[in-house]
């Protein structure tokens, strides 16, 4: 089994910045993909980005595609997601998610634990 918790979420103003981070623990996921991925209200789960095993290779959704950047920290077990240049339509709950692939996959289906979430609140 894996936990994760996400932290870092909060109320910014459209340009402003916010890092997320998700901690996991349990079983190890090093050879795990990671994801975020995000729910605005009365939308679907859409995939933001995702940190593949191999060779850091990464996915992003062409939405957030040159404003946000996915890292890890091995060390800390730590996925973080810094998110600039936020605009309104960011506005939604994030969560982070690890994957039964080792590869970058924006397909939800491909994932297998996923965190409570943490809310990001864009105002304009």
């Known amino acids: 089994q894996v936990q994760l918790v996400e932290s870092g979420g909060g109320l910014v103003q459209a340009g402003g910045s916010l890092t997320l981070s998700c901690v996991a623990s349990?079983?190890?996921?090093?050879?795990?993909?990671m994801g975020w991925f995000r729910q605005a209200p009365g939308k679907e789960r859409e995939f933001v980005a995702a940190l593949g095993w191999i060779g850091g290779s990464t996915n992003y959704a062409n939405s957030v595609k040159g404003r946000f950047t996915i890292s890890k920290d091995p060390a800390k077990s730590t996925l973080n997601l810094q998110m600039n240049m936020l605009k309104p339509e960011d506005t939604a709950v994030y969560f982070c998610?690890?994957?039964?692939?080792?590869?970058?996959?924006?397909?939800?289906?491909?994932?297998?634990?996923w965190g409570q979430g943490t809310k990001v609140t864009v105002s304009s």
């Open positions: 349990g079983r190890t996921v090093s050879r795990s993909a």
């Open positions: 998610a690890t994957s039964r692939s080792w590869s970058p996959t924006p397909s939800a289906a491909l994932y297998d634990y």
